[in-house]
């Protein structure tokens, strides 16, 4: 479901999915998805309000997607016979993710 959440970095409210709810010691924060901007951001739970009926049926702008049949590799490397090779990963590591954004841009 499609929510409004106040986002502090656009400082204005925007349409936001929520994704998970974090417990802290000052309370809660959820995480939540910007559908028009593509962004992650976290908003105290105050700041989220149900979405009015007619702004619900307008389209996302921005959509989570992935890339078909790419798999995430990273730099294996053995010190005791000094050699490096690429090989699979569990995840993407930050500098593959910084490559692939400046590609996009």
Do not use: M
Not at 4 to 26: G, H, K, P, T
Request: aromatic share 12%.
């Amino acid at each position: 479901q499609v929510y409004v959440v106040f986002s502090e970095e656009f400082n204005c409210w925007c349409r936001a999915l929520v994704e998970s709810v974090q417990c802290r010691a000052d309370g809660y924060q959820l995480g939540c998805f910007l559908v028009d901007y593509a962004k992650y951001c976290s908003v105290a739970p105050e700041n989220v309000r149900v979405l009015a009926g007619a702004f619900a049926k307008i389209p996302h702008r921005a959509k989570k997607c992935r890339l078909h049949c790419t798999k995430p590799l990273t730099l294996h490397i053995d010190y005791c016979e000094n050699t490096a090779k690429i090989g699979p990963a569990k995840r993407w590591d930050s500098a593959a993710i910084q490559h692939f954004r400046k590609l996009l841009e």
